[in-house]
C-alpha cells in the first residue's frame, strides 16, 4: 500500500478550498489515502516576509476574482463571506482537536467548514459556538470541543504543524506532498495527477 | 477585429518563459493577435513588498523544481543556466528599442532570448554584446542597438511600461490581459482560453 499523500490547507484560503474539493477523488482514482493537515500560514509568511494574499497590495483584488473564475469552471457552489478574510484559529484548533482524536471525522468537519464559509451560511471560522456547532453536527460532543480550543495544548499542537511545514519548504496553502515531492497550490492538481499516474518522473 | 491580447513577461521568469512558447498559438486559435510587452517586476514587487522567487527563502527551490516538472510535462528543450537569475536588462531594453521600431522582430527577438537562456546556449542576458548578437541574427544593426540599450530614453520607457503595468494592477509574470480582464501566470493559460472560447462569464 503506497503512503498516504499530504494535503496541507488553510480555511480562509480559497485556493485551498478549491483543491479541498477535489484531493481525496484524485488521491483515490490512484490508490492512494489523503492525511488532510490544517495548518496556518503564519509561520511560512515569516519565513518568506510575504503577507496574506487578501492583505497585499494589487493581489487581494486579483485574487478575489480568481476565486470565482475558479468555481464557474469547476461549477462550484461559491460565494466569498463579505467579512472575508477570517483569520479561523478557533477552526484550526478545533480541526486538531478532534484529529487527535478521529482523523476520519477531522476532513468531514474541515469539508463542513469549508462548505461553510466559502458556500452557504456564511459560518464564522472566528466564531468558537459556530464552530463547535459544525462539529456537533459530526457527533463531536461541542462543550469538549470548546475547551479543546481553549487548551494550551492545542495551540501548541497547530504552532508545532505549522513550524513543521515551514522547515519541510511549505510556503503556501493548499500544499501536497506526494512521497515527499512538493506541490503548491491548487494550479497544481494536474501535475499531481500526473505524478501519481507515473507519466511524470521529473525530481 | 477584436483587439490584441496583452502579455507581459519578464525575460529570467521560467513561467513567462513557457507562457510566451504558448501564447501566440494560444490567442490564433481564436482569431486573436498578441501585444508583447517586455517588463521589469521591480515596480510590482515595490508595491506589493514581494522579492524575486528566486530570491524569496523557501520559493526558489520549489521554483526551480517547479520549472522543470512543467518543461517534462509540455515536452519543452529546457535547461536553467547555472548563473540563473540575471535580472537581464539589456534584454528589456534592446526589447523596448526595436518594439519601437518593429514590433513583430520585438516579439521573435523576445523568443529568441528565451530560447537562449532558458533551453539552448546559455545566453547572457545581462551582457548587452550577446544580447545584440541575437539581434543582429534577426536583421537588427548591431551597433544601434548597443547605442539604444544605452539611451537614457529607452532606460525611461522601460520604468513607464513597469509603472504602468503595476497602476493596471499587475503583480507578477507572466501577466495577460484579455479585452482588459486580468490573468496572471502560466498556470492560466487554460482559463485564458476558456475566456476567449466564450466559456467563461465571470468577471
Not at 95 to 100: E, K, Q, S, T
Not at 119 to 125: E, H, N, P
Not at 157 to 162: A, C, L, P, Y
Amino acid at each position: 500500500m503506497p503512503s498516504p499523500i499530504e494535503f496541507f490547507f488553510d480555511f480562509p484560503s480559497g485556493y485551498a478550498f478549491f483543491a479541498a474539493l477535489e484531493i481525496d477523488d484524485l488521491a483515490a482514482r490512484h490508490g492512494r489515502e489523503v492525511r488532510w493537515q490544517a495548518f496556518s500560514l503564519g509561520a511560512a509568511f515569516k519565513a518568506t516576509g510575504a503577507l496574506p494574499l487578501t492583505h497585499t497590495p494589487l493581489k487581494s483584488d486579483y485574487t478575489v476574482l480568481d476565486w470565482r473564475r475558479i468555481a464557474e469552471a469547476k461549477g462550484v457552489d461559491y460565494r466569498l463571506p463579505e467579512s472575508h478574510p477570517h483569520a479561523g484559529l478557533p477552526a484550526l484548533r478545533a480541526f486538531h482537536w478532534i484529529d487527535a482524536r478521529d482523523p476520519a471525522t477531522a476532513v468531514a468537519f474541515a469539508k463542513a467548514v469549508y462548505r461553510g464559509y466559502f458556500s452557504q451560511t456564511g459560518l464564522d471560522i472566528d466564531d468558537v459556538a459556530a464552530v463547535c456547532e459544525v462539529a456537533r453536527s459530526l457527533g463531536v460532543e461541542p462543550r469538549q470541543l470548546a475547551e479543546g480550543i481553549a487548551d494550551p495544548a492545542i495551540k501548541a499542537r497547530v504552532r508545532e504543524v505549522g513550524e513543521a511545514a515551514v522547515a519541510r519548504g511549505v510556503f503556501g496553502a493548499p500544499w501536497t506532498f506526494v512521497d515527499g515531492e512538493p506541490f503548491w497550490g491548487w494550479d497544481r492538481l494536474p501535475m499531481i495527477e500526473r505524478r501519481l499516474a507515473g507519466a511524470l518522473t521529473t525530481i
